[in-house]
Nanobody, 121 residues
Framework: VQLQASGGGLVQAGGSLRLSCAAS????????MGWYRQAPGKPREWITT???????TYADSVKGRFTISRDNARNTMYLQMNSLKPEDTAAYYC????????????????WGQGTQVTVSS
């Protein structure tokens, strides 16, 4: 299973970006998907998760500004980021818990490559 993240870039403070993460490979179903980010010199930080049923949770730092969504038919997840701040600058990583083997084998956790988001002040 591969996760391909895209959509990063350079934006001014107050602007918006939309990230995408497409999963491909031997997938039975995707249990949950999420985004993490890592700024230089800082640990990787969880920011949001969405379940297959569409239940989303957010870190306080992005609540009200970021919206996660997913298209189960396309095995794709999106992150709409609005009102971006310079402190949102980081490499953004997608993550997924994938049922890639028949139950009762537990889902496997996968990471995508990072996509850089830079917010200028």
């Amino acid at each position: 299973v591969q996760l391909q993240a895209s959509g990063g870039g350079l934006v001014q403070a107050g602007g918006s970006l939309r990230l995408s993460c497409a999963a491909s490979g031997s997938i039975i179903s995707i249990v949950s998907m999420g985004w993490y980010r890592q700024a230089p010199g800082k640990p990787r930080e969880w920011i949001t998760t969405i379940t297959r049923g569409g239940t989303a949770t957010y870190a306080d730092s992005v609540k009200g500004r970021f919206t996660i969504s997913r298209d189960n038919a396309r095995n794709t997840m999106y992150l709409q980021m609005n009102s971006l701040k310079p402190e949102d600058t980081a490499a953004y990583y997608c993550n997924a818990n994938v049922q890639d083997r028949i139950w009762p084998v537990a889902p496997t956790n996968y990471w995508g490559q990072g996509t850089q988001v830079t917010v200028s002040s």
